[in-house]
């Protein structure tokens, strides 16, 4: 009566290290990832069916701020280039906006402070599951982008950062929706002062319904797209392309 | 139904109908759901393996947990790859939320609920959860005079997992979006913040996690043959005394 018991458990033990195991042939053949890669598709459907376009991201007060804001990712670019407007605190940094537009900008920080800006306090959220709250000041990105005359046809606006992964700039992009959506902001200042080299300085994205990925920092080009085809291995962003995090970072 | 009322004395060796055929797609659409949510959560929580109470946690916060890194022949997928990890986790959420709530409806129209987790107030005096526990321990799960019903700790430990613990793993995991958060901002009011939700996820999933390995002992204790036919055929042989 026993021993049947004994195997049968076993076997269950076995038969559940085999499933695991058998989760990473699956993931293999090209048309099972491709339906669990589509998992993403459905994830933003739902989010744009639930949320309204305009739908803010939750605001907190200073009290409820993080006493230490982690930085991540890239700490320091580290280039000549970048050490060069370090020196010179940023006064020859100039933001390009370009691509689908009518007026091609660029812009100063000066240029940047001058516009109408947005302070907001939010919640940064690390794709590794850890959360930060800080404070963040900056131009909407809408409001540069209808100065640049973003045109009909633009469809992604492409981030291009000073940091480099193996010689290229760190990229990232998103859709229009979250590029006119209120929250989303290049930032020159966090916590009330300019911001630091660790944090993006001198211009990081705020992205506010999306990972932190998605918050390009060390921003130095700003171009809207038709399509993210051609931009670096095509899946818009460097962790999109290398390891293939989701592009849709609403979860 | 009609040759089987409920409140007939199935005889010990007979064949009765025992799950719906509801309770059994969603049964067998579930097991995969949670196997791979398990594996691949462990997965990503070796991403940052601390748990934290309140709206913010990182390193350099205070965390009520720290939990140990998840050995390879437990994750989904077994090299670490938080991406990966997350493709599978995404993709089978949307699984277990709409599983649950397509079940749900199915068990009030097929009347699963009514008929089967339906608490009578005789079950629940001290002297039947008494009798009922000493039944377990003599490895007897059903009474003999309602062999088809679920015995007192089968239907709450149901209640609790279907009511509690799968509604609020999937509640705090909408939480962890910070779209679902732009969507829905009461979810971070109820729940006291991400990084609280963050940990009763966790907890959740490890009291999913332990229901399962019960679930699956007492199903070979019970007399495995019988009990997976029944979840897939819908007939159970009533066990000989």
Redesign the interface.
């Given at each position: 009566m026993i021993r049947p018991d004994f195997s049968r458990r076993s076997l269950l033990a076995g038969g559940a290290g085999l499933l695991l195991a058998g989760c990473d042939r699956v993931i293999q053949i090209p048309a099972a990832r491709k339906i669990l890669f589509a998992g993403e598709d459905m994830q933003r459907g739902l989010h744009r069916a639930l949320q309204n376009r305009g739908a803010l991201a939750p605001e907190f007060t200073p009290a409820q701020m993080s006493p230490v804001f982690r930085s991540n990712g890239t700490r320091d670019p580290n280039t000549p280039a970048y050490k060069a407007m370090v020196a010179n605190r940023f006064a020859d940094w100039r933001l390009a906006v370009g691509g689908l537009v009518d007026r091609p900008l660029s812009l100063s920080l000066a240029d940047l402070r001058a516009l109408p800006n947005r302070s907001q306090i939010t919640r940064h959220d690390c794709v590794e599951g850890w959360s930060a709250i800080g404070q963040w000041t900056g131009p909407m990105l809408g409001n540069v982008l209808k100065a640049a005359g973003v045109r009909e046809s633009a469809r992604y606006v492409v981030f291009t950062c000073a940091d480099l992964y193996g010689g290229a700039p760190y990229y990232e992009s998103i859709d229009m929706i979250d590029a006119f959506h209120p929250q989303t902001i290049l930032a020159w200042a966090m916590n009330g002062r300019p911001l630091d080299i660790p944090h993006g300085a001198p211009v990081r994205l705020r992205v506010e319904r999306q990972l932190g990925y998605k918050h390009a920092k060390y921003l130095m080009r700003i171009d809207a797209v038709a399509s993210l085809d051609g931009i670096g291995k095509g899946k818009g962003g460097f962790w999109e392309d290398t390891v293939d995090y989701d592009w849709y970072a609403g979860i | 139904m009609v040759t089987e009322p409920v409140d007939d004395i199935a005889a010990p060796g007979t064949l009765i109908r025992r799950h719906g055929l509801v309770t059994r797609i969603w049964h067998w659409v579930n097991a995969v759901a949670i196997?791979?949510l398990l594996?691949s959560g462990l997965g990503?929580?070796n991403?940052?393996p601390?748990l934290y109470w309140g709206?913010?946690?990182?390193?350099?916060?205070h965390a009520w947990l720290q939990l140990p890194r998840f050995p390879a022949?437990?994750?989904?997928?077994?090299s670490y790859?938080?991406?990966?990890s997350?493709?599978?986790h995404?993709?089978f959420a949307?699984v277990l939320g709409f599983g649950l709530l397509a079940y749900m409806i199915g068990s009030l129209l097929n009347r699963h609920f009514r008929r089967d987790l339906t608490l009578r107030r005789t079950e629940l005096t001290r002297r039947h959860l008494w009798a009922d526990f000493r039944a377990h321990l003599n490895f007897r799960f059903h009474d003999p005079e309602r062999p088809r019903d679920y015995n007192i700790f089968q239907k709450l430990s149901y209640i609790v997992v279907l009511f509690v613990m799968l509604p609020l793993v999937i509640l705090t995991g909408i939480a962890?979006?910070?779209?679902?958060?732009?969507?829905?901002?009461w979810v971070?009011d109820v729940l006291g913040g991400?990084?609280s939700a963050?940990s009763v996820h966790f907890m959740m999933a490890t009291l999913i996690g332990l229901f399962t390995i019960v679930h699956?002992?007492l199903v070979?204790?019970a007399g495995?043959g019988n009990e997976v036919r029944s979840m897939i055929t819908g007939r159970w042989r009533v066990p000989a005394e």
């Open positions: - | 196997f791979v594996g990503i929580s991403a940052h601390r709206r913010y946690g990182a390193n350099f916060d022949w437990i994750t989904i997928p077994a790859n938080l991406a990966i997350r493709r599978w995404l993709f949307l962890l979006s910070p779209g679902m958060d732009a969507a829905w901002p971070l991400r990084q963050r699956l002992v070979i204790l495995a």
